[in-house]
Structure formats: C-alpha cells, structure tokens
C-alpha cells in the first residue's frame, strides 16, 4: 500500500526525473524445516529440506541532486526531494527507519543543522571513515505526538562556498567511443581516492536489448596493467 509508511514517498513524477533510480525484486528459496543424516564412517552429512519458504525483497535506490535543485545550496527537506511528508508508519512494518548522513566534514564544531532533532544517533565505519547518522523511527509513539507530519530538514548554519563539493572516495564515470560492432565500445572508469586503502567494487552494467555486447572482448584495466576480475 502506497498510503503509510515510506512508500507515500515514492511520487512517480519525483522519482523518475531525479538524476538516477534502480529498481530491483529478489526472490530466492529460504529453507524452514531441515533434516541432516550424518554418517560415522564416511563423515558425509546429507541435509535434505523438508519446508520450504520464498523469501520477496524490494529494493529501490535514488540519487537527487538537491545541489543543481537548489541553485548552489546544500540545504534539503524531504518535501523539496519528494514533495511529500511523512504521517504514519506502515502499520505492517516491523521496522521502519529514516538515516540522515550529519557526519561533520571536519574537526571544527558541526556546521550543519538537522531538524526536528533526532531521538538516537547511530555510528558506523563506512570504507574506512567513521560516519555519524541521525535516526527516525516511525514506529515510536512519540515521533508524531507534536505533529502528524515529519519533515526531516537539513540547513547550513552559515553559507557555504558552492564551488566547494567533497569528492567522493569511489566514483565512476562511462563513456562511449567509436560506432557500430566492430569499432565501438563503452568504457568505464572508476576512480579510488583514497589515499592508501583498496576496496572490492561489484560493477553492474545496465544496457538496452538491442545493444549487443561481446563478453570476450571485456577488458580491465589496472594502473596501466590487466587485471582479471573474480
């Protein structure tokens, strides 16, 4: 149901003109009941499932330039992304939560306000820096006892140079050269940044069926050398 909980975020005309959306559905076979024979001489265990269930996961991913939006400022609500707020919770939600990234950029005081001010604070290592995230349940009674309506903000607490945009520790970028099958092609560049650690990336290429792409020919190159992916 589109009507509680994070789904009435999901505005069509808002999602499909943001600068990047994936949508995915998983379905895999989760075992509930299992029976496992183990036999003493030749050390073999045979696990056979007697119950099994299907297990349905959703997944939707979407990158707004609230920076472009917003002429030059950094400032974003969930009404100016989704033009919508939030009211309730999904009433068969188990768990239903709202992250806000307010790790500071410094060492100097936090120039960045979030409002309403978050319950709980989380932290956690994310590819090596410690990054500190202000939590929303929307399952607790108290988040919307002052108002039916929660629209997480965030502001700057003084200006900001526009000009000024963290680089990312791992971005990418594609292009496409040549024409035709036998001279075109579409390279990938993918930048680490950081100054000592690598990190494993899983890249997934999205392309129309009528463009037919050769597997053999995949090539990857590392530091001016081949690197064979796993």
């Known amino acids: 149901s589109l009507q509680a909980g994070l789904a009435v975020l999901l505005k069509a005309e808002r999602l499909?003109?943001?600068?990047?959306?994936?949508q995915a559905v998983h379905i895999r076979p989760i075992c509930r009941v299992s029976v496992i024979r183990?036999?003493?001489?030749?050390?073999?265990?045979?696990?056979?499932?007697?119950?099994?269930?299907?297990e349905l996961r959703q997944t939707l991913t979407v990158v707004f330039d609230t920076f472009s939006s917003g002429q030059g400022k950094k400032d974003w609500s969930l009404f100016k992304m989704f033009s919508?707020?939030?009211?309730?919770?999904?009433?068969?939600?188990?768990?239903?939560?709202?992250?806000?990234?307010?790790?500071?950029?410094?060492?100097?005081?936090?120039?960045?306000?979030?409002?309403?001010?978050p319950a709980s604070v989380h932290e956690a290592i994310v590819?090596?820096?410690?990054?500190?995230?202000?939590?929303?349940?929307?399952?607790s009674p108290s988040l919307f006892n002052t108002s039916r309506s929660l629209n997480v903000q965030?502001?700057?607490?003084?200006?900001?140079?526009?000009?000024?945009?963290?680089?990312?520790?791992?971005?990418?970028?594609?292009?496409?050269?040549?024409?035709?099958?036998?001279?075109?092609?579409?390279?990938?560049?993918?930048?680490?940044?950081?100054?000592?650690?690598?990190?494993?990336?899983?890249?997934?290429?999205?392309?129309?069926?009528?463009l037919r792409l050769y597997v053999h020919t995949l090539t990857i190159i590392t530091k001016g050398k081949e690197n064979k992916p796993s």
């Open 84 to 117: 919508r707020t939030l009211t309730d919770a999904c009433p068969l939600a188990s768990q239903s939560k709202v992250y806000v990234d307010i790790s500071p950029k410094n060492k100097e005081k936090e120039l960045l306000e979030v409002t309403p001010p």
């Open 16 to 22: 499909f003109h943001s600068s990047y959306h994936s």
């Open 127 to 139: 590819q090596g820096d410690k990054r500190t995230y202000a939590v929303y349940d929307l399952l």
């Open 154 to 210: 965030l502001k700057w607490k003084r200006p900001q140079d526009s000009s000024e945009l963290p680089t990312p520790i791992l971005h990418a970028q594609r292009y496409v050269s040549g024409y035709g099958l036998q001279t075109g092609e579409i390279s990938t560049l993918i930048y680490n940044t950081h100054p000592y650690r690598a990190f494993p990336v899983i890249l997934l290429e999205t392309v129309p069926w009528y």
């Open 38 to 54: 183990a036999t003493c001489l030749s050390l073999v265990q045979d696990a056979s499932c007697l119950a099994v269930s299907w």
